[in-house]
């Protein structure tokens, strides 16, 4: 097999379909460590490019609406809560990875555009909730009908079949991977 790069007729090990990039990579690997097993990197450096991809695509169907990706993941959260779409903004950290602090700082702008408000806690007199407001909703609505749109067009390609194998597949090597992970 050729190993020039952006020749159409490269045809990949795995399926005798066309080669990409990650062939490209693997097999200089192979000729250059020939004493390496670099099969994990069929799978893992396309999901780290498809990874890249949907960066990509999430910023350009945000940005659609106005909203960065860190805006869309706090409103996501409230709206995945459900009716009356607040949450505590510890819940809030846990649902978006980020810290306290910063939650702090992102609330605050989200309330500057009108998307959340603040509001006490019923349940604890020294608490606060989260609240997205009907402009918070409407414009995470159609942000996350945007997005859903374009990731449908990145996985429209795929065979029905390998549809539905993908998330099975993918699911178990993130449910398995945090075992492997290097401290």
Do not use: N
Request: negative net charge; proline residues 5%.
């Amino acid at each position: 097999m050729s190993m020039r790069r952006g020749r159409s007729e490269d045809l990949s090990p795995l399926e005798g379909s066309p080669g990409d990039d990650v062939d490209r990579l693997v097999a200089a690997w192979q000729r250059e460590r020939p004493d390496l097993d670099v099969e994990p990197l069929h799978v893992l450096s396309r999901i780290a490019r498809i990874a890249k991809q949907h960066a990509r695509i999430r910023t350009a169907a945000f940005a659609e609406h106005d909203l960065d990706a860190w805006e869309f993941d706090v409103l996501a959260a409230l709206r995945r809560a459900g009716d009356p779409y607040e949450l505590s903004p510890g819940q809030l950290v846990a649902e978006t990875l980020v810290t306290s602090g910063t939650m702090t700082t992102r609330v605050d702008r989200l309330i500057d555009r009108g998307f959340v408000e603040r509001r006490p806690d019923p349940r604890d007199r020294r608490g606060v909730l989260v609240r997205l407001t009907t402009s918070g909703r409407d414009v995470v609505d159609g942000a996350m009908g945007t997005l859903l749109d374009h990731e449908h067009a990145l996985v429209a390609t795929l065979d029905p079949g390998d549809r539905a194998a993908l998330p099975r597949v993918l699911r178990r090597l993130l449910t398995t991977s945090s075992d492997h992970l290097i401290s």
